[in-house]
């Protein structure tokens, strides 16, 4: 893991433990962490920002039906206000901010999965679900999937706005996939004639569920950086795809070093077939480049761990 601005590798390990550090350990900042709070800012790859294409704000003392005030006080509430002429609002539940807890490894280590849908919104998210808003038409009257969804913003601004005739938003982590299953519920009256549906599914067992060879448009984005989850990805991809008429898979993802180069390298051998595409959108390239040339809004912007690259599968 490399660091900014010169900056040396042990400098960049202690302030990555300190980002561990201050999630576990919640209490009352001091002066001298105070102090560190920008380099810690600069080196951590969690996005703060994002690219901000979909106005949101936080809903303040926002109380959801059934779920324990406990749950509730570590959460966080959001409502996105769809570009789309009568459009509904998009409610969103999500973990509050730097809310970090030790069973959520517990879970990743019993079902052999990461734990990045729980971190934050990726920036590749809201680029996906950007792009789902202006190319409608792609989703129209189709089968559609969403994979490692997180907390489902694409996958529900799909179902919301394009009329698929049907939506799953899935993730193979069940804490995940419950923050889906709420997000559903908080949206159920905005979906018109499309079904949408929470699924778990973890990647290279998808063989085991009804959907196999049936969708025509898989969504996914930021799914490529674990390199060791690359063979299951591709797999679960190539199986999901309907064999009969055309179908294809959207994913948006940086490059992060060669783990993107890695994950294409793959696929061809898989024989499936791809084309990858940097200028996709005047917008997103537009505020791309205002973050390379010093917007320090996003203070740890790189491109090739923060843009996101179009890739199409088919």
Not at 9 to 18: I, V
Not at 61 to 67: A, F, L, P, R, T
Request: proline share 3%.
């Amino acid at each position: 893991m490399e660091a900014n601005s010169g900056k040396s590798t042990t400098n960049a390990s202690s302030l990555r433990w300190k980002i561990l550090r201050r999630n576990l350990i919640r209490r009352s900042s001091s002066n001298s962490e105070d102090k560190s709070e920008m380099g810690i800012q600069r080196i951590s790859r969690k996005a703060t920002h994002g690219f901000n294409l979909i106005p949101f704000h936080l809903m303040k003392d926002c109380v959801e039906e059934n779920v324990n005030p406990m749950d509730s006080s570590r959460n966080a509430t959001l409502c996105y206000t769809l570009p789309v002429s009568n459009a509904s609002q998009l409610i969103l539940h999500q973990r509050a901010d730097d809310m970090a807890h030790l069973n959520d490894f517990e879970v990743c280590n019993r079902y052999d999965i990461d734990n990045t849908g729980l971190v934050c919104q990726w920036p590749s998210e809201d680029v996906l679900a950007h792009y789902c808003l202006s190319h409608a038409s792609i989703f129209r009257g189709k089968r559609v999937i969403e994979l490692g969804s997180g907390y489902g913003l694409a996958g529900l601004i799909v179902a919301m706005t394009t009329e698929a005739r049907e939506v799953f938003i899935s993730d193979g982590n069940p804490q995940v996939v419950d923050y889906i299953q709420r997000n559903v519920n908080a949206n159920s009256g905005s979906f018109g004639g499309t079904e949408v549906k929470p699924l778990m599914l973890h990647w290279g067992q998808e063989k085991d569920t009804d959907i196999a060879n049936t969708v025509d448009v898989i969504i996914a984005s930021d799914c490529t950086f674990f390199k060791e989850f690359h063979g299951a990805l591709i797999r679960t991809i190539k199986s999901l795809l309907k064999e009969e008429g055309p179908s294809e898979a959207i994913l948006f993802s940086p490059r992060r070093g060669n783990s993107l180069d890695k994950f294409l390298g793959e696929v061809k051998d898989s024989g499936l077939h791809f084309s990858t595409d940097e200028m996709y959108d005047t917008e997103v390239w537009r505020r791309h480049q205002g973050f390379v040339e010093g917007d320090d809004s996003w203070p740890n912007y790189e491109m090739d761990h923060c843009y996101p690259l179009l890739i199409r599968i088919t």
